[in-house]
């Protein structure tokens, strides 16, 4: 009977280590880009339309950015734990009818489904703008 305390125990204490790496799993330029994303995003939104997604870029562990063509980057947030979101080689959403929704779908990959929870639209071509004239504006 005294057991069950201490494996409950052992299992929280294992679930908490076992939570490190997830969070280590953002490399400095995956945070300089999500720092980017970010300065460029909007107010969110419910909901967005797609056609087909031509691209996706992992930012953190709860953080995907994702592409529905040029200039149309969305920043996603998904309910954690989403493990190993940092090593999948492609993305799927739950959404239908071309409609993705914040807190009814969700982002899938290698058998696993993150609810999403936030949208951002990011404004890319300012981002990208701001950008060249930043390289400009030091080149002369």
Not at 91 to 104: D, E, R, V
Not at 124 to 138: F, H
């Amino acid at each position: 009977m005294k057991r069950f305390p201490k494996a409950a125990g052992l299992a929280v204490l294992l679930a908490g280590v076992s939570a490190v790496p997830v969070m280590a799993q953002q490399t400095s330029s995956e945070r300089a880009d999500l720092t980017r994303y970010q300065k460029y995003a909007g107010a969110p939104v419910d909901s967005v339309r797609y056609f087909q997604i031509n691209g996706f870029q992992y930012l953190a562990p709860d953080k995907v950015a994702i592409w529905f063509g040029v200039n149309k980057l969305y920043l996603l947030t998904v309910q954690m734990p989403c493990n190993n979101l940092g090593f999948a080689n492609g993305i799927g959403l739950t959404a239908k009818n071309n409609m993705l929704y914040k807190n009814f779908d969700f982002v899938t990959f290698d058998r696993q489904r993150c609810k999403i929870l936030r949208i951002e639209p990011v404004n890319e071509l300012k981002m990208k703008q701001d950008a060249r004239a930043a390289i400009s504006g030091s080149s002369s």
